[in-house]
Nanobody, 126 residues
Framework: QVQLQESGGGLVQAGGSLRLSCAVS????????MAWFRQAPGKEREFVAA????????YYADSVEGRFTMSGDDAKNTIFLQSVTLTPEDTAVYYC???????????????????WGQGTQVTVSS
């Protein structure tokens, strides 16, 4: 019923920027938190950024701090990720995630999220 849809991925050169979007559909209540994770080829999925709606707090992984900016619209269960100065190390499939319902956990932990999008590919060439 609940569906998350990412968009905005693509192929860019190093130093370029992208703006990823994720929208939740399915007539759901406001989520506890929403987040971005990414998975590079041969690597485990890792945390990128998250927003906890109750406190309007945004969290970033050290690897993207200062380069990525997350924002969101709680009323629409929509989040965005604006990247600046992308590098080849940012190449990955980026996943949108939402914690909907009485879910307890850290906003940086993938186990906290019970709904996931299919991912959008970001490829950064040198």
């Amino acid at each position: 019923q609940v569906q998350l849809q990412e968009s905005g991925g693509g192929l860019v050169q190093a130093g370029g920027s992208l703006r990823l979007s994720c929208a939740v559909s399915g007539r759901t209540s406001t989520s506890y938190a929403m987040a971005w994770f990414r998975q590079a080829p041969g690597k485990e999925r890792e945390f990128v950024a998250a927003i906890r709606w109750s406190s309007d707090s945004i969290y970033y992984a050290d690897s993207v701090e200062g380069r990525f900016t997350m924002s969101g619209d709680d009323a629409k269960n929509t989040i965005f990720l604006q990247s600046v100065t992308l590098t080849p190390e940012d190449t990955a499939v980026y996943y949108c995630a939402a914690s909907i319902g009485p879910i307890l956990g850290l906003v940086t932990s993938e186990g906290t999220y019970n709904y996931w999008g299919q991912g959008t590919q970001v490829t950064v060439s040198s």
